[in-house]
């Protein structure tokens, strides 16, 4: 693994979580618990899934901002457009009481 880590192989964390999650079940499945290796794989197991667990919220949370930044953005462009004297239909209501709240 270190290998093709150091040689680029892997080219997403999915295709490395693969790759790590067969060397760990092979590692418990043909050394029995209670020896070295297995427990160690065990440990190592243990130690990756709280690590991984860190990322994925880490990565939805900036998902998540990044989707409320979006959705105020394009919030803000509706809203512009919409209070535009070059929009097609006349200023609604609420882009009149828009402008109104802001000049007042």
Known sequence: MSAKL???VYKDRVVFEADFRLMINNSKTYNPPGTYVHGEAVGLEQFFDK???????ALAFSI??????????HQD???AQECSPFHASSPS??????T???QG
């Open 6 to 8: 150091n040689n680029g």
């Open 51 to 57: 690590r991984q667990l860190r990322v994925h919220l």
């Open 64 to 73: 998540a901002n990044v989707l409320v930044r979006m959705g105020s953005y």
């Open 77 to 79: 462009r509706r809203v």
């Open 93 to 98: 209501s609420s882009c009149n009481s828009r």
């Open 100 to 102: 109104q709240d802001n």
